[in-house]
């Protein structure tokens, strides 16, 4: 790895300049409903410890929700391990300063760049590595070069936005891509090979791990500290609806109309109403196995999107956009309260109902269908049994909570799995 100058001195400029007060991290509605949490507090180093030691060394302080790192200490970690993720932060270089952050690292005899992957931090102008391409603020180190006018000037704050799902990396440093690879590529293990990682057989093959920001005995600051983890979310756990809240007509207990038997959500289909998560989300993808109970008659009910908890838009329904699951046609849209585009507007809008695109796509009544719904910013896509059935884009709602309908017809649900995806 890098070379560590222990002797740098801390310019005095720079820490007037860096300890500014700050406010610490504060998450919007938005953020919140995405499922960003905050890793930097502002105030402590709760969370963190510095890599192969129990608290966080000497070198680190926390001033006006900043985290500084002066000289010693030690490579931070946190002290938990993630997986699939969005990383967000902010971090400010000293002259002649280099850091980096470490991604999937595990802790090992050896330092931490033997396993991690760094996202470069560098003075590229001042600091000697910055004569390597490779080595500059924002790439991958030593594998990927960054394009040239992604940093800022020293003294300025850079903001980081780092995606991690599998073996797939993509670096943005202030809203431009500086890397993007798999690990499992050729491209990857052939640069791998090539290069000095070459020594440590473990360097970029761990899919989880800690999070590191590195002591390479320079003045640096951190702040705005967040992710969002990319993990699957079991709206239905198969084995109770505790994870929903409830509406039927006329204040109907729950397991008059729901109930769960072998892993399988059933509804009887009366009272109307629906089940309605307990948060809201944005940016997803939702797989959904449905089916017609056999030997009874099939009918209606739906997926309700972006769903206002209270609201009460048409009749019992709540303010949403539902991809609809009625026999015969599933994936239409229907407008409750929200507007959407798709196209031929003309020929398949009928009132509130947006038609699909082939009425073909379901199976035989009695057997699973599976609906994949992705809905991003303002998209909304639907596959049903793997075929596109819908696309609509402009929709006026982004976020809200997800409802299963009861609505007239027993219908069976065995699957219902949120996917969060990343926001750039």
């Known amino acids: 790895m890098k070379t560590k100058n222990a002797t740098h001195s801390l310019s005095v400029l720079f820490i007037l300049g860096t300890m500014m007060s700050v406010s610490a991290v504060e998450l919007t509605d938005v953020e919140k409903a995405q499922g960003w949490k905050v890793l930097f507090d502002g105030k402590s180093f709760a969370g963190w410890r510095s890599y192969q030691q129990k608290g966080v060394g000497k070198g680190w302080k926390v001033v006006d929700g900043v985290m500084h790192h002066t000289q010693g200490g030690g490579d931070l970690i946190t002290e938990k391990q993630y997986e699939d993720y969005e990383l967000s932060l902010e971090w400010k270089i000293s002259e002649k300063g280099n850091s980096g952050i470490f991604l999937a690292a595990q802790e090992t005899s050896g330092p931490i760049y033997h396993t991690g992957i760094e996202m470069q931090i560098l003075d590229d102008k001042k600091h000697p590595d910055g004569v390597h391409e490779k080595h500059r603020s924002g790439g991958c180190y030593g594998l990927y070069k960054p394009p040239a006018d992604a940093v800022k000037e020293v003294g300025q704050w850079n903001k980081v936005h780092i995606v991690k799902q599998g073996d797939h990396y993509r670096f943005y440093l202030n809203g431009i891509k500086t890397a993007d690879f798999k690990t499992e590529g050729d491209d990857f293990k052939n640069r791998v090979a090539n290069s000095k990682f070459s020594k440590w057989p473990y360097f970029g093959r761990h899919n989880k791990g800690h999070i590191g920001l ?201 699957k219902a799995v949120l996917t969060p995806i990343p926001g750039k």
């Open 214 to 414: 590195q002591d390479h005995g320079d003045a640096v600051s951190f702040r705005h500290i967040k992710l969002r983890e990319l993990n699957p979310v079991q709206l239905f756990n198969g084995a109770d609806i505790k994870n929903w809240d409830h509406f039927l007509n006329g204040d109907t207990p729950a397991d008059k109309t729901w109930s769960v038997v072998d892993g399988v959500l059933k509804c009887t289909g009366n009272p109307a109403g629906y089940l309605m998560t307990k948060n809201d989300y944005r940016d997803y993808q939702i797989d959904l196995e449905w089916r017609w109970v056999p030997g009874q008659r099939a009918g209606n009910s739906g997926l309700l999107l972006h769903a206002v908890a209270g609201s009460q838009e048409v009749g019992h329904w709540p303010k949403c956009l539902e991809a609809q699951l009625m026999t015969g046609q599933a994936g239409d849209f229907y407008t409750l309260g929200y507007g959407i585009t798709v196209t031929d507007m003309d020929t398949r809008h009928q009132g509130r109902r947006l038609q699909n695109l082939t009425d073909d796509s379901e199976k035989a009544h009695g057997e699973w269908n599976h609906m994949r719904t992705v809905c991003r910013g303002g998209e909304v896509t639907v596959f049903v049994n793997g075929e596109l059935v819908n696309y609509g884009y402009g929709c006026t709602a982004q976020q809200g909570r997800i409802c299963l309908q009861s609505e007239g017809a027993p219908i069976e649900f065995r």
